[in-house]
Nanobody, 125 residues
Framework: VQLQASGGGLVQPGGSLRLSCAVS????????IGWFRQAPGKDREGVAC????????YYGASVKGRFTASSDNAKNTVYLQMNSLKPEDTAVYYC???????????????????RGKGTQVTVSS
């Protein structure tokens, strides 16, 4: 499985960004895609996950209500819409997947099997 995140950039506090994750390869054993982030000097943090069907999502407490995960299966792409961004959202964001694991709380806490190259998100005035 290959994943590639894109769409990061510099945005002011309160602004929005949409990240994309292009997924390719044999994903039959991977029922969900997750979004994670890591800031310098901090542990990896699970942000959100979405099921392969797109009908189930789960969010970390720090982003719930501000971030929305979605998918376009025709394009093999998963998105992360980020609204009301805060300086503490600054991090490298990447998408990842874990074999046989469905989207939920555990997904955000489990080490992934495959991860893509990240994209930098910087929230600053």
């Amino acid at each position: 499985v290959q994943l590639q995140a894109s769409g990061g950039g510099l945005v002011q506090p309160g602004g929005s960004l949409r990240l994309s994750c292009a997924v390719s390869g044999d994903t039959r054993d991977y029922p969900a895609i997750g979004w994670f982030r890591q800031a310098p000097g901090k542990d990896r943090e699970g942000v959100a996950c979405i099921s392969s069907s797109g009908d189930n999502t789960y969010y970390g407490a720090s982003v719930k209500g501000r971030f929305t995960a979605s998918s376009d299966n025709a394009k093999n792409t998963v998105y992360l819409q980020m609204n009301s961004l805060k300086p503490e959202d600054t991090a490298v964001y990447y998408c990842a997947t874990t074999r046989f694991l469905t989207c939920g709380r555990s997904y955000l806490r489990t080490d992934e099997d495959y991860r893509g190259k990240g994209t930098q998100v910087t929230v600053s005035s």
